[in-house]
Nanobody
Framework: QVQLVESGGGLVQPGGSLRLSCVASGFTFSSYAMSWYRQAPGKERELVAAITAARETTNYADVVKGRFTISRDNAKNTVYLQMNSLKPEDTAVYYC???????????WGQGTQVTVSS
């Protein structure tokens, strides 16, 4: 059974930090590119950060560049999103995504809420 389980969300003040984790099971994690998406109320889901299967390449949305860092530990089947200098506009549900482009296979986690507020 495929699972992506996110954790680490919560309430944080502006300027604070959070580290999200996503633990994968039920598929060959090291063969999948991993991404974090987010969706704020009334808005479309948007890509935040992505990392290739071999950790060779990372990509970030312009609005989070320099503040967020995506990383992965293939030995632990886990992808992380370190979020620093958080802003109220970062408030959203954050989703973990796994994709294997060659086969067109993709999986989603259930999401974790991040709220940035004073």
């Amino acid at each position: 059974q495929v699972q992506l389980v996110e954790s680490g969300g919560g309430l944080v003040q502006p300027g604070g930090s959070l580290r999200l984790s996503c633990v994968a099971s039920g598929f060959t994690f090291s063969s999948y590119a991993m991404s974090w998406y987010r969706q704020a109320p009334g808005k479309e889901r948007e890509l935040v950060a992505a990392i290739t299967a071999a950790r060779e390449t990372t990509n970030y949305a312009d609005v989070v560049k320099g503040r967020f860092t995506i990383s992965r530990d293939n030995a632990k089947n886990t992808v992380y999103l370190q979020m620093n200098s958080l802003k109220p506009e970062d408030t959203a549900v954050y989703y973990c995504n796994a994709v294997r482009h060659y086969y067109g296979t993709t999986y989603w986690g259930q999401g974790t809420q991040v709220t940035v507020s004073s």
